[in-house]
């Protein structure tokens, strides 16, 4: 297998064969043509994709996403609850931590077969697993 050589006309007509023919993606026409021996980037059918848009081709047309790059994720924005009560008027007696306050984790294990339950009293730090 050759690496950064000039890649042969016939070797460009199949992979874009399997693109236009087959609506494969790039990545899958770059996989395809590793099988058969010929080392062909999927950057680079991207780059042809790309050079044939700038000249009125309609190869981007073929690609899942019609050329178009995915919007970045914007994430959740954060909604005002209406009846919300302020951390700052919590009672006086959640401030601190009195004997009786416990804090309890969880963790399952993968496929959920196995937990492990630990409960910690806050004042003492005693233990129960």
């Known amino acids: 297998m050759v690496k950064n050589a000039t890649i042969s006309p016939k070797v460009k007509f199949e992979c874009l064969q399997h693109l236009i023919v087959d609506q494969c993606p ?4 770059s996989g395809t043509m590793k099988r058969k021996g010929v080392s062909v980037s ?5 780059k042809w994709v790309v050079e044939d848009k700038a ?10 996403h019609n050329g178009r790059k995915r919007s970045p994720y914007k994430g959740v924005s954060a909604c005002n ?3 919300r ?7 006086a ?13 969880l963790i399952i ?9 630990v409960l910690v009293e806050w004042s003492t730090s005693y233990v129960i697993s």
């Open 93 to 105: 007696e959640a401030v601190g931590r009195r004997f009786g306050d416990w804090k309890m984790n």
């Open 81 to 83: 609850i209406p009846t």
């Open 55 to 64: 000249v009125g081709g309609a190869l981007f047309k073929r690609l899942c």
């Open 85 to 91: 009560t302020s951390i700052k008027d919590r009672p």
């Open 42 to 46: 999927h950057t680079t059918v991207d």
């Open 109 to 117: 294990g993968k496929n959920g077969y196995l937990a492990i339950l």
């Open 26 to 29: 790039p990545e899958q026409i």
